[in-house]
């Protein structure tokens, strides 16, 4: 059985940063496509950035140029590192995977099978 562990959320001031981690089991990065998601209370779940097999990347124009995503196949790890934090990325973050190497619709939540948890992200002012 698959298994993603989300770890690395907390509290920060606006400005700031925090690097989120997905610790994965049951399989390997190199044969999924993997995903960050957030959801803010009263919202609905939306997709934050997406890596394929590949490497490729893409972002929710949100949070472009502040976000960054990245895996490390080694250690089954995806990172997402975040800069320039705002109050509205105030959320729990979720990690996820799709069964399939390449993105398929990166940002929507139907595509992606695994999940892990949640962890909580608060920016304030």
């Known amino acids: 059985q698959v298994e993603l562990v989300e770890s690395g959320g907390g509290s920060v001031q606006a400005g700031g940063s925090l690097k989120l981690s997905c610790a994965a089991s049951g399989y390997t990065y190199s044969r999924n496509c993997m995903g960050w998601f957030r959801q803010a209370t009263g919202k609905e779940r939306e997709g934050v950035a997406s890596i394929d097999t590949g490497g490729g990347t893409t972002y929710a124009a949100s949070v472009k140029g502040r976000f960054t995503i990245s895996h490390d196949i080694g250690t089954n790890t995806m990172y997402l590192q975040m800069t320039s934090l705002k109050p509205e990325d105030t959320a729990m973050y979720y990690c996820?995977?799709?069964?399939?190497?390449?993105?398929?619709?990166?940002?929507?939540?139907?595509?992606?099978?695994?999940w892990g948890q949640g962890t909580h992200v608060t920016v304030s002012s």
């Open positions: 996820a995977a799709q069964a399939r190497q390449y993105c398929l619709r990166a940002y929507s939540p139907a595509q992606y099978i695994y």
